[in-house]
């Protein structure tokens, strides 16, 4: 199974301490994230001033610095509207990466996605389609590139954690129905993390988390950075038995042998989850 890490989203310098921003801060972070059993990572890039951005420059400065500190581990960045409006500039812009990132997330209720999933299968970028809802699983199966993805992402935006749960069970449901059998990955917002990962992790799928999602554990205290949410992450999928395959990298199997693993209790997402 997979556990990516989602390094930083949206989230403004300073929201959380250990928000990794600069190109140095994400390699170093990516660094303990992958440590602690990360096999993927996403992120968004900054500019100067912290602000998300396309650009190239920005771009592959970070696509290198992750590399670097992270030999052979996939990363990915994130392509939303919000980053950059006008889908002509986007376009340009990605075409600009030259330190192309492995995959990228397209949100399949942005506009113009026909448009980037053939940009980026034309880079050689494997392309992750991000549901959010039924209707989203609905517009990817009529894309044409459900079998042309690296996974999909269900990604309920709710923050009720029930409601979450209950937005990734149709969606799957509606993926089902659509026979699109790319691999899967969930994930939820805010206090709905946990609870979407551990649907997922009962139904064989694989799981992100990190600063982008939550910035709390499961008992509702802040964790330390993305390396601590990764590790109550693997000890999640561990007691729900989902480490016989092993972990997706050999950097995490080798982590594994070192076991140097912290013991949580994350049975309260049922708490909080008020169930
Ligand atoms: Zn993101």
Same mark, same amino acid.
């Given at each position: 199974?997979?556990?990516?890490?989602?390094?930083?989203?949206?989230?403004?310098?300073? %929201?959380?301490?250990?928000?990794?921003?600069?190109?140095?801060?994400? $390699?170093?972070?990516?660094?303990?994230?992958?440590?602690?059993?990360?096999? @993927?990572?996403?992120?968004?890039?900054?500019?100067?001033?912290?602000?998300?951005?396309?650009?190239?420059?920005?771009? %592959?400065?970070?696509?290198?610095?992750?590399?670097? $500190?992270?030999?052979?581990?996939?990363?990915?960045?994130?392509?939303?509207?919000?980053?950059?409006?006008?889908?002509?500039?986007?376009?340009?812009?990605?075409?600009?990466?030259? =330190?192309?990132?492995?995959?990228?997330?397209?949100?399949?209720?942005?506009?113009?996605?026909?448009?980037?999933?053939?940009?980026?299968?034309?880079?050689?970028?494997?392309?992750?389609?991000?549901?959010?809802?039924?209707?989203?699983?609905?517009?990817?199966?009529?894309?044409?590139?459900?079998?042309?993805?690296?996974?999909?992402?269900?990604?309920?935006? %709710?923050?009720?954690?029930? =409601?979450?749960?209950?937005?990734?069970?149709?969606?799957? @449901?509606?993926?089902?129905?659509?026979?699109?059998?790319?691999?899967?990955?969930?994930?939820?917002?805010?206090? $709905?993390?946990?609870?979407?990962?551990?649907?997922?992790?009962?139904?064989?799928?694989?799981?992100?988390?990190?600063?982008? %999602?939550?910035?709390?554990?499961?008992?509702?205290?802040?964790?330390?950075?993305?390396?601590?949410?990764? @590790?109550?992450?693997?000890?999640?999928?561990?007691?729900?038995?989902?480490?016989?395959?092993?972990?997706?990298?050999?950097?995490?199997?080798?982590?594994?042998?070192?076991?140097?693993?912290?013991?949580?209790?994350?049975?309260?997402?049922?708490?909080?989850?008020?169930?």
């Amino acid at each position: 199974m997979l556990i990516k890490v989602c390094l930083n989203g949206s989230r403004k310098p300073g %929201d959380h301490p250990a928000l990794p921003i600069t190109p140095a801060e994400l $390699a170093a972070d990516a660094h303990r994230a992958v440590q602690a059993g990360a096999g @993927a990572c996403h992120a968004h890039p900054r500019g100067q001033d912290g602000v998300e951005t396309l650009d190239p420059g920005a771009c %592959d400065v970070v696509a290198l610095a992750i590399r670097k $500190a992270c030999p052979g581990v996939p990363i990915g960045f994130s392509t939303a509207t919000w980053i950059e409006p006008d889908q002509t500039d986007r376009l340009e812009l990605i075409r600009g990466w030259v =330190e192309r990132p492995d995959f990228a997330s397209v949100n399949f209720s942005d506009p113009g996605v026909l448009e980037l999933c053939r940009l980026l299968r034309r880079l050689g970028i494997g392309i992750e389609a991000g549901v959010w809802t039924v209707a989203d699983a609905e517009a990817l199966s009529d894309s044409g590139y459900s079998r042309q993805l690296v996974r999909v992402l269900v990604e309920p935006q %709710d923050i009720e954690p029930v =409601e979450a749960e209950a937005t990734a069970a149709a969606i799957s @449901a509606a993926l089902d129905h659509a026979g699109v059998d790319a691999p899967r990955l969930y994930h939820g917002y805010g206090m $709905a993390t946990w609870r979407v990962m551990e649907f997922a992790l009962d139904g064989g799928w694989d799981i992100r988390v990190g600063l982008e %999602d939550t910035l709390h554990l499961p008992d509702a205290t802040i964790a330390s950075g993305n390396a601590e949410l990764v @590790a109550v992450a693997l000890e999640m999928a561990r007691k729900i038995g989902r480490l016989h395959g092993g972990l997706a990298t050999e950097q995490e199997a080798g982590h594994q042998q070192h076991g140097a693993l912290q013991t949580v209790s994350w049975r309260c997402t049922r708490r909080l989850a008020g169930a």
